[in-house]
């Protein structure tokens, strides 16, 4: 904001008669300009992908062959390594003559099944022969069923053992190798830890007292520590509602999503955020210190007018106006501590009243020019001649 020293004519009728010095009262104004007004919320958080997937295993083998390494750039459907394959071929195998036999077992127990169903409606055979060929009947279906089960299962863990890459992403995590035995029991054996750099999040800890300021799509910056001259943006994403009490401070969680296109931002580094919940453009502002301003000193100053009424929302400022001061109450918005958003009630470029100041002019004595500080001392006086 712009301060402007205005002496007013009015002031400069007070004047000290018991001193040879004149006050000299003048008022610091400021105008109605257009500019921006930020208000935010700083906080700590923690960088982490947004997607982020453990690859495992889910059968039982020797690790045969890894095809990504630490920081391997992947892509989704790509082979990243493969199980040693021969106990899961020979379960294949297994399962597929298992298949064979129930199949052949099913189709002679239902061929004997009709043949002789059609006998026994016509009473040519007894109810034990037709209920013995049914049974067999029902149990080499059964028995057919399993084994195509047991094949389908045989043959999916031989695909298990070809591990692709379920995101596009890059490798950061590789917990095994090429000899290892892998063992599924009720987890799966993690064998990689892929993250898309592309994408990122701070999971930031918002103080209690900030929190209710902080709401999804404001935007946000932060900083790490491993590019300290760097600020990344983003935008809030999520605010969490689960709180974390630690010795006693209340935090709640909140999502920044930043873009990482130069991929310069990796998991676990520690981000300074900072969120803007307030952020406005191109509005009619004034100092704050304007509200605070009262003429009571010098009510010859102040026009005839009277204080108009308050409603809420709404505060009172003293304009200039024709070497008098004027009071008018506008109506306020967003406020960063300095300045405050004017909604209405003055227009921009108006004059307004800030704080008085009281200088003495010290009068020139008789016989010397210029001004004299009163804190420099006299020269001697001369002796006068007899």
């Known amino acids: 904001m712009t301060l402007k020293e205005t002496t007013l004519s009015l002031f400069l009728t007070f004047l000290l008669f018991s001193c040879n010095n004149t006050p000299k009262v003048t008022l610091s104004t400021t105008k109605i300009e257009k500019g921006d007004i930020s208000q935010s919320v700083t906080a700590t958080g923690t960088v982490e992908s947004v997607t982020q997937v453990d690859v495992g295993t889910q059968v039982t083998g020797i690790i045969d062959k890894l095809y990504a390494d630490f920081n391997t750039v992947v892509s989704k459907g790509q082979l990243i390594a493969e ?71 045989a043959a999916k863990n031989l695909n298990y053992a070809e591990i692709y890459s379920p995101i596009d992403g890059v490798v950061i995590s590789r917990d095994v190798e090429v000899g290892q035995t892998v063992v599924s029991n009720m987890n799966v054996a993690n064998l990689y830890t892929i993250a898309d750099l592309d994408n990122m999040q701070v999971v930031g800890n918002v103080d209690e007292a900030d929190i209710g300021q902080v709401k999804t799509g404001q935007e946000a910056t932060f900083t790490v520590d491993a590019y300290p001259e760097s600020i990344f943006k983003g935008h809030v994403t999520q605010v969490r509602l689960n709180p974390t009490t630690e010795s006693n401070v209340v935090t709640y969680e909140v999502i920044v999503a930043a873009p990482n296109p130069d991929h310069k931002l990796i998991p676990g580094l520690t981000a300074n955020l900072t969120i803007y919940v307030t952020q406005e453009k191109g509005i009619p502002l004034v100092a704050n210190q304007a509200f605070r301003f009262t ?54 470029g108006t004059e307004v009243a800030l704080e008085y100041s009281v200088s003495e002019i010290l009068k020139t004595p008789a016989g010397e020019q210029g001004d004299r500080s009163p804190f420099a001392p006299r020269p001697p006086e001369r002796k006068k001649e007899k």
Do not use: C
């Open 83 to 153: 199980i040693e394959k021969t106990l899961l071929e020979s379960e294949l195998r297994s399962a597929d003559a298992n298949m064979e036999s129930a199949r052949v077992t099913f189709e002679y127990n239902k061929t004997n099944y009709e043949r002789d169903k059609k006998l026994h409606d016509k009473q040519l055979i007894s109810d034990y022969e037709f209920q013995t060929s049914e049974r067999d009947y029902h149990v080499s279906l059964t028995s057919y069923q399993k084994a195509q089960a047991d094949r389908v299962r």
């Open 295 to 348: 003429p009571n000193n010098y009510p010859e100053a102040v026009s005839n007018e009277q204080l108009p009424r308050l409603e809420s929302g709404q505060k009172l400022l003293w304009i200039v106006s024709n070497n008098k001061l004027k009071p008018v109450a506008v109506t306020i918005g967003a406020s960063n501590g300095i300045n405050t958003q004017i909604i209405s009630g003055i227009a921009p």
